[in-house]
């Protein structure tokens, strides 16, 4: 977990991660879904909405961990029903254009007019917004406004879209299969 992460519910997650039982030989990873912050600004935060429940997932978790690549093991995948928020570019302008230009996929877009949309970002415009991820334009589907001052404020005030339990176990393996990764789905334990 990095340090700009920020895992709703955490009392929820540790008691999923001790309801698990574990064979000492066994590797696996917990998957969890990010909300992505996209701004800070004076009336909120700018959130990733994904009112449909396919989040961006990710490996948040591991036992036995055997890596192949930046978080990524190859090895059996658990779903949790994690949701952490992670303050992506809700950072400093300058601090933002440095994430665009060095980040892995810098080459992969236009770090400049992607950066500019970014600024633009304000409350008269952000629910035009769609599609806004630089490199897999649907994986953030629109923007959300929360009125919070605060990271705690919003992770206290924050209301996941109410997605049945099928429909959001789908949703969740599509996506995880969608970030391009081979996986063995062997159970899913609700948080």
Request: a positive charge; charged letters at 25%.
């Amino acid at each position: 977990m990095d340090v700009d992460e920020y895992i709703l519910k955490i009392e929820n997650f540790i008691k999923y991660l001790s309801s698990i039982s574990v064979h000492k030989k066994k590797t696996f990873t917990i998957f969890a879904s990010w909300i992505p912050i996209i701004k800070k600004a004076p009336e909120g935060f700018y959130i990733v909405s994904f009112p449909n429940g396919r989040y961006e997932t990710f490996p948040l978790a591991f036992y036995n961990p055997v890596f192949r690549s930046y978080r990524r093991t190859g090895f059996q995948h658990r779903l949790s029903r994690c949701l952490v928020f992670h303050q992506t570019l809700a950072r400093q302008p300058e601090e933002v254009r440095q994430k665009l230009i060095s980040w892995g996929h810098s080459k992969d877009f236009d770090g400049e007019s992607f950066y500019k949309k970014w600024k633009s970002i304000n409350h008269k415009n952000y629910q035009e917004i769609r599609n806004f991820h630089p490199v897999k334009p649907d994986l953030w589907p629109k923007l959300e406004l929360i009125q919070a001052d605060t990271i705690n404020e919003l992770m206290s005030i924050y209301q996941p879209p109410r997605v049945s339990e099928i429909r959001r176990l789908k949703v969740m393996i599509l996506s995880i299969m969608f970030q391009g990764r081979e996986n063995i789905f062997k159970r899913s334990v609700q948080i």
